[in-house]
Nanobody
Framework: QVQVAESGGDSVQAGGSLRLSCRTSGYDTSNAVMAWFRQAPGNERQPVAAIDIRSGTTSYAHSVKGRFTISQDVAQNTLYLQMLKPEDSAMYYC????????????????????WGPGTQVVVSS
């Protein structure tokens, strides 16, 4: 059984940084796409960033490019959030699947079978 779990969410002031982590179990990530999405109350879920673990290719939403960094090591996936803004406040979700590559529209959430329960990020001004 595949399990996905995020951690690292917190309340920070604008301009601050956070490091979100995503761990999986029951799942070989070596050929996976690992992605982060976020959803604020009343808003649709948004893609944030993704990494294709096989190639190391990364991709970012325009709104976070230059501020967020996604990386992967053996143990976990990490999303490093810098220069945070109040509009970054949301529940952040880790998602993963092995059935496609990052160039196959990683930003479409329906493609992912496995999701974590989310971790909350609150950025105050």
């Amino acid at each position: 059984q595949v399990q996905v779990a995020e951690s690292g969410g917190d309340s920070v002031q604008a301009g601050g940084s956070l490091r979100l982590s995503c761990r999986t179990s029951g799942y070989d990530t070596s050929n996976a796409v690992m992605a982060w999405f976020r959803q604020a109350p009343g808003n649709e879920r948004q893609p944030v960033a993704a990494i294709d673990i096989r190639s190391g290719t990364t991709s970012y939403a325009h709104s976070v490019k230059g501020r967020f960094t996604i990386s992967q090591d053996v143990a976990q996936n990490t999303l490093y959030l810098q220069m945070l803004k109040p509009e970054d406040s949301a529940m952040y979700y880790c998602a993963t699947d092995i059935r496609f590559r990052i160039e196959d529209k990683w930003y479409e959430g329906y493609r992912y079978r496995y999701w974590g329960p989310g971790t909350q990020v609150v950025v105050s001004s």
